[in-house]
């Protein structure tokens, strides 16, 4: 299987990873990948003890969850970048190449 691939200016060659998932269990919400990532393609989410997530509103309301977790908001957004990867503290995220 081929991958889509991008030249770059100085001849090397870059295949874009596309955010997939988010690893829920590892995320610590700190934010980092949403600042670095500027494509809308983040949302910082309430997760409760059974694991459902909840919409984190401006009250910051911290007694509807248990903690804080950043997830993929709007997938068809990412660039292929990396830079949410790169900065992530606890290495949370599954990147994926689109196939060409």
């Known amino acids: ?36 990532c500027g494509r ?22 911290d007694d509807e969850y248990e903690k804080k977790v950043m997830t993929v908001a709007n997938d068809v957004n990412c660039i292929g970048c990396e830079a949410c990867a790169k900065i992530c503290p606890k290495k949370c995220y599954t990147h994926e190449a689109m196939p060409a």
Do not use: H, T
């Open 40 to 61: 809308d393609v983040l949302q910082l989410m309430g997760m409760d003890d059974e694991g459902e997530l909840i919409a984190v509103d401006g009250d910051d309301d």
């Open 1 to 36: 299987m081929s991958f889509a691939s991008v030249v770059m200016p100085d001849g090397r060659s870059w295949i874009p990873r596309f955010v997939k998932a988010i690893n829920k269990e590892k995320c610590i919400g700190c934010g980092r990948c949403f600042k670095v």
